[in-house]
């Protein structure tokens, strides 16, 4: 990651998904499984195209409409896959700082704490307190130490957030 702008949030290197064991795993996953569920659909899909008549065969034009959202997500999922680099939060090494896997704890404008942990896109999901490493969050708080306070860019203007706490996963035992 690097800064091109004075003052501005670092900037995440283009082509680049991060992810962590978990996020990779849950893709993998979701991969193998509509690939299984595809091999299921084809078999209907086959079996359909046999009973004759297709311009009128409901599970024939069904099936293939499904094989092609298959084929769409499973197109997805693979160049996911491909890109992705995994990052493994209890590897860190400089624990003093935010970098990805972090979760961090933070108190808004309004003195409200707000804890939060740093992901990969494909497993950002607000209702677990896990964000983007794409998002205007973490990107204002990468590199921040406890204390610092960081100005986040938000579509109703800047906010401020101060740092309380950052947290990553213990290292496995050597």
């Known amino acids: 990651m690097d800064d091109d702008d004075e ?3 670092p900037r995440l290197p283009r082509g680049k998904i991060y992810m962590t064991p978990g996020g990779k795993a ?20 086959s079996w ?14 069904e099936g293939k409409r499904r094989l092609r959202e298959i084929d769409r997500r499973l197109r997805y999922l693979g160049n996911r896959l491909d890109a992705a680099e ?7 090494a400089q624990r003093d700082r935010v970098f990805f896997g ?6 808004n404008e309004r003195d409200e704490e707000v804890t939060v942990t740093i992901v ?5 999901d607000m209702a677990a307190g ?3 490493i794409g998002s205007p969050m973490a990107l204002a708080m990468l590199r921040a130490r406890v204390g610092d306070e960081v100005t986040v860019r938000t579509p109703a203007g800047p906010s401020s957030v101060e740092i309380t706490r950052i947290l990553y996963p213990e290292p496995p035992p050597a």
């Open 7 to 9: 003052g501005g949030p």
């Open 26 to 45: 849950a893709l993998q996953a979701e991969y193998e499984s509509m690939k299984a569920e595809r091999h299921r659909v084809v078999e209907i899909v």
């Open 48 to 61: 359909a195209a046999g009973n004759g008549d297709r311009s009128e065969n409901a599970d024939y034009k």
């Open 86 to 92: 995994v990052v493994d939060p209890a590897a860190q």
């Open 102 to 107: 972090a979760t961090v704890t933070y108190l």
């Open 120 to 124: 990969g896109v494909d497993e950002a």
């Open 130 to 132: 896990k964000i983007s």
